[in-house]
């Protein structure tokens, strides 16, 4: 377990110094999350090395919501005063992330699955 949080900290900090190196406004975090991501794609010799911890991790998730909660109750006065535009950008973002999710998968389920003869030539009349 102690090998996984070093390498996540070891992604996350080359998140954080390309973060601040390049001034992204993406955070450190994320930017490391997608590195390991791309790493596990290409090279997946670390997958065993760190999926034991990484489920662990994931099985206490919900005590990651709660700091968000409590910044949600220290903050309740800003956030009734500006309610109406929180819940403009939440309808809106909701809307175009289910167009998008809706797009991508209309996207690839008009691909062919690798090996198989495209519709194209069923309907040109070649039979099989």
Known sequence: MLQTFAILLVFQTVGEVISYALRLPVPGPVIGMLLLFGW????????????????????????????AGVGIMVHANRIGSEWMPIVIALVISTWVAIAVTALVTRALMRKPPAGQPSTDAVEGGAQP
Not at 46 to 58: E, H, K
Request: charged residues 15%.
């Open 40 to 67: 596990l794609v290409f090279d997946n010799r670390l997958l065993p090395v760190i999926q034991g911890a990484a489920n662990d991790l994931l099985k206490h998730l919900s005590l990651l919501f709660v700091p």
